[in-house]
């Protein structure tokens, strides 16, 4: 049994390696034939990184089922020659849709600059323009034929890794070995799945997102580090939901007057509002230091200075009261996440499922932060900024922050 296990183990391992080979060199593909970076750039090196964790975990679920059929106890890969045409079926279909999504990719980012998102379906609706146009802008022969070849070759690649670990002579290893082994190559799977081991915190681990490769605030350099594969899915996830234009329009003159629309127009939307110059302007030849105090977890009722009569918050009233205190700015939800996206745009996050910050295509938002020209920028958060892709909005919305 010892031996049995022991040839899965370096299957198991030599086909994540196969394909993690395989992934890196499409992204490396990418870095130097789409990206149109330099390879100085600043972040690059840190952005690629993440990118390459972004492979290893697509790697391991891809052939996570494998790992399923070869562990089984009695009928698996190794006893079970039927299993392994089953398996070289799944290779030959899952590595041919992986390998068509990049093709896509690359297109996709060389015509409009951004990686493939859920925003690609849209080309379905007029299905025989798009075709036309692919098949006129591309050299779709000689790609699709770069295609199948890849696939095969990485597929051949993978039986015969298959025939050299399950068809081997077994050799006999100890328990002890065996079971340091296994325990070691489970750690190191959930380890790929979760994309990070620095800074972990083991009661609430946050698992590597797409937030994170937008670390540098330069988007270009973000798409080098993102998956197209995985960021598909993501974009996917969150759906893509429309506003309902006839509610809109029906409910339009309530809103405009709610809003203080300046000229309403309810057969253009207008939704626009000038607000003047005002005079809050402060006595003093240098710029004061600005700090913005959000507590999106404390309810208005438990504060004095919105009239709690027990005096509950001494030190809170005393910093409302020495301060330009927003009286009127509040967040009609409990979600700590929608709280901090309407306080950076302000604009109420309005997304049915889940919140806006976990969108990949909404990161990039107005904010009039960046009205503090000449300003160092600082965002401290008592947390991991990670959660809920905050990270993300506040880094490429906020220009130059720290």
Same mark, same amino acid.
């Given at each position: 049994?010892?031996?049995?296990? #022991? ?25 130097? @034939? ?11 090196? /840190? ?17 996570? *089922? ?14 079970? *020659? ?22 896509? !990719? ?6 409009? @600059? ?15 323009? #798009?075709?036309?146009?692919?098949? /006129? ?38 328990? *002890? ?31 590597? $997102?797409?937030? !994170? ?25 969150? =759906? ?24 309403? !127009? ?9 607000? %003047? ?7 003093? /030849? $240098? ?11 404390? =309810? ?20 409302? %009261? ?9 967040? *009609? ?39 503090? /020209? ?22 490429? #919305? ?5």
């Amino acid at each position: 049994m010892g031996a049995l296990q #022991s040839r899965r183990l370096r299957y198991g391992v030599g086909a994540i390696g196969l394909v993690f080979v395989l992934l890196a060199a499409l992204r490396l593909v990418f870095v130097v @034939g789409f990206s149109g970076l330099d390879l100085n750039t600043p972040g690059l090196m /840190e952005t690629l990184g993440i990118g390459l964790r972004f492979d290893l975990r697509l790697a391991v679920l891809v052939l996570l *089922p494998l790992a399923v059929l070869a562990w089984l106890p009695r009928w698996n890969l190794v006893t079970l *020659p039927a299993l392994r045409w089953l398996v070289r079926g799944y290779l030959v279909v899952v590595l041919a849709m992986v390998g068509l999504v990049y093709i896509i !990719d690359f297109g996709h980012y060389a015509y409009l @600059g951004t990686r493939i998102n859920a925003t690609v379906f849209r080309y379905l609706q007029d299905a025989q323009i #798009s075709q036309q146009m692919v098949w /006129e802008t591309y050299p779709v022969l000689w790609i699709t034929a770069c295609w199948l070849a890849a696939v095969g070759l990485w597929v051949w690649a993978l039986v015969c890794l298959e025939r050299l670990t399950l068809d081997r002579a077994p050799k006999a290893i100890g328990k *002890p070995a065996l079971a340091s082994a296994s325990v070691i190559g489970v750690i190191a799977v959930l380890l790929a799945l979760l994309g990070r081991v620095a800074n972990l915190n083991l009661e609430n681990p946050v698992p590597l $997102r797409w937030s !994170d490769a937008f670390f540098s605030g330069n988007s270009q350099v973000a798409a080098v580090g993102l998956n197209p594969v995985l960021f598909l899915y993501d974009t996917l996830k969150v =759906g893509q939901s429309q506003f309902d234009e006839a509610k809109v329009r029906e409910l339009y003159p309530h809103v405009a007057h709610y809003l203080g629309v300046d000229q309403p !127009d309810a057969a253009q939307l207008n939704f626009t509002r000038e607000q %003047t110059v005002q005079p809050y302007r402060l006595a003093g /030849e $240098r710029a004061p230091n600005v700090v913005f105090v959000m507590l999106e977890s404390l =309810g208005t009722s438990a504060v004095g200075a919105y009239g709690n009569p027990l005096n509950p918050t001494p030190n809170l009233d005393k910093l409302a %009261t020495q301060s330009w205190f927003f009286k009127h700015f509040y967040v *009609p939800v409990t979600g700590t996440a929608k709280t901090v996206w309407a306080s950076i745009t302000g604009v109420p996050d309005v997304t049915r499922q889940e919140t806006a910050t976990r969108h990949p295509l909404l990161t990039r938002q107005h904010t009039l932060i960046n009205a503090f /020209e000449g300003y160092q920028k600082f965002y401290m958060i008592g947390g991991n900024a990670g959660w809920a892709n905050i990270n993300a909005l506040i880094r490429q #919305s906020i220009d130059g922050v720290q």
